[in-house]
């Protein structure tokens, strides 16, 4: 189960409806090995596409740089689906290479609704996995 403050949540859901009609991208970072999530790195969509993310290399490298030097690790990647619904792509699947990591979608294609989702992705399985919203 996912377990992620209301802040983060929000700040999430505002980084996808700002990017839309591009996918947006980013990770919350927590502190090594307790699975809690406590820092949103917004990160550039380096496609640039409104059916495809990838995180720009150099800046990624700098994020996973950071994360170690704060002893912490990749908690939640995210990223947003913005005409369909919020599910893992076979690409997402095939990129999801964080085996500890929550991988979040947020669907923008309703721009009243919010669709949010979790899903815990090993080896090309994908499980989703209830998310609780924390005040």
């Given at each position: 189960m996912l377990t992620?403050?209301?802040?983060?949540?929000?700040?999430?859901?505002?980084h996808a409806r700002?990017?839309?009609?591009d996918e947006a991208c980013g990770v919350l970072a927590g502190p090594a090995g307790r699975d809690r999530p406590e820092r949103f790195i917004p990160m550039t969509n380096a496609a640039r596409?409104?059916?495809?993310?990838e995180f720009d290399s150099t800046e990624q490298f700098g994020v996973w740089k950071?994360?170690?030097?704060r002893?912490?690790?990749?908690?939640v990647i995210y990223h947003s689906h913005t005409a369909t619904e919020a599910y893992p792509s076979r690409t997402d699947i095939s990129y999801a290479n964080e085996?500890?990591?929550h991988y979040v979608l947020v669907s923008t294609r309703d721009e009243h609704e919010t669709e949010f989702r979790s899903y815990r992705i090993h080896d090309g399985e994908v499980s989703e996995e209830p998310v609780t919203v924390v005040e």
């Open positions: 992620i403050p209301r802040d983060l949540y929000d700040k999430i859901v505002a700002a990017d839309h009609p596409s409104p059916t495809f993310y950071e994360m170690d030097e002893d912490e690790e990749p908690v085996p500890g990591a």
